[in-house]
């Protein structure tokens, strides 16, 4: 596994949340990351209240939850965003604010802090390959990745630009602490999207779940696969070829 980036997940409010709700729906990508939180933190918490919790898997909670509300059907009270997609939530008045009469914000990270998404923790976007075909030897900048004549097989990239287009960047050399400066600019975003388009030919699969890219490389449909830190090791822990 090759780190890329850390990003923010936060938990949010959807709009027309109960007041005095005593079932509270929440909803997440699922899978072992889903467990890990419910055990962690809303199990514990729900017995500690005596709220009843039911869940809801979505593979793409921002779209869904968008329907949600605009529908006026509203089933999640609390959903689990990455922060790019609390901010587009609550951009478009998806979520209602946070009470920080209630909230201490000294618990908030520096930095982090949102009128309307609680930060909760932090992942990685990795790159991870399949043993049997480079056994010591993988790709280990993300140059080498998109090196398709010198390491050859299949690859899987996430079906979004969310991290793509930032990858895309490093590997043609563009230093992490810059990455930002340059999107920032039509020019940059523009040498990003060519960077994609030079490898799509090489890419067998665009996933679009975390489950998809962690069973991508267990079953060793794709040799190299872009993927979260979480799924990555949970493939490696299995016994896969990750």
């Not at 609390?78 to 939530?89: K, W």
């Not at 790159?127 to 993300?142: A, D, F, L, R, V």
């Not at 696969?225 to 070829?241: E, H, L, M, P, S």
Request: glycine share 8%; hydrophobic share 40%.
């Amino acid at each position: 596994m090759s780190w890329l980036r850390i990003s923010l997940t936060a938990f949010a409010i959807s709009a027309a949340l109960p007041v005095h709700a005593q079932t509270v729906t929440i909803t997440t990508a699922g899978g072992d990351y889903g467990n890990a939180m419910k055990e962690a933190m809303w199990a514990p918490a729900a017995k500690e209240l005596g709220y009843d919790v039911r869940e809801e898997t979505l593979s793409d909670g921002l779209a869904a939850l968008k329907m949600q509300v605009t529908s006026g059907a509203v089933t999640t009270d609390v959903i689990h965003l990455g922060s790019p997609e609390g901010a587009q939530a609550a951009a478009q008045s998806l979520l209602e604010p946070l009470d920080y009469k209630i909230i201490d914000p000294k618990s908030v990270p520096e930095g982090a802090k949102s009128d309307y998404c609680y930060p909760f923790d932090s992942y990685g976007t990795v790159m991870s390959w399949n043993t049997k075909t480079y056994g010591e030897n993988p790709p280990k900048t993300w140059a080498e990745f998109w090196d398709v004549a010198k390491f050859s097989g299949r690859r899987a990239l996430r079906a979004n630009a969310q991290d793509s287009i930032e990858i895309a960047l490093l590997s043609d050399g563009v230093a992490p602490a810059d990455v930002y400066s340059v999107l920032s600019t039509p020019e940059g975003l523009e040498r990003a999207i060519k960077r994609l388009e030079a490898i799509k030919p090489d890419v067998a699969v665009w996933w679009t779940s975390g489950a998809q890219s962690a069973q991508l490389l267990k079953d060793g449909e794709a040799d190299l696969v872009i993927t979260w830190n979480g799924r990555a090791q949970t493939v490696k822990a299995d016994g896969g070829r990750g």
